[in-house]
């Protein structure tokens, strides 16, 4: 449980974290509960598509540290336990949406 009071943000915001956690609905209920009605969830995470690792990777040793979502089972976790899912951008789609995001400089 996070020491913070139910529905206290209106943005959370993880970035290369689910692939740590091994248990992924409590992480969803857990910024499901600290949200605040209409708050946003934003991520930027790393998901697999079910073929093994080759260790070591940045983020564990072996397979004991590293528990990598494929995109469908991080969805669906999401989806049934944590905020609802309302833009979900993969690819070229999300390289796309950071670029056209990021300032030009003059």
Request: negative net charge; glycine residues 10%.
């Amino acid at each position: 449980m996070l020491p913070f009071t139910a529905a206290s943000f209106d943005l959370a915001w993880t970035q290369a974290v689910w692939q740590s956690v091994e248990n992924k609905r409590v992480l969803a209920l857990e910024i499901r509960l600290l949200l605040a009605p209409g708050g946003r969830l934003a991520m930027f995470e790393t998901v697999g598509d079910g073929r093994e690792l080759h260790f070591p990777v940045p983020w564990g040793d072996g397979p004991a540290d590293s528990f990598v979502p494929t995109e469908a089972d991080l969805r669906t976790t999401l989806e049934d336990s944590g905020p609802r899912v309302g833009k979900w951008l993969t690819g070229e789609e999300a390289r796309g949406a950071l670029a056209s995001s990021v300032p030009t400089q003059n």
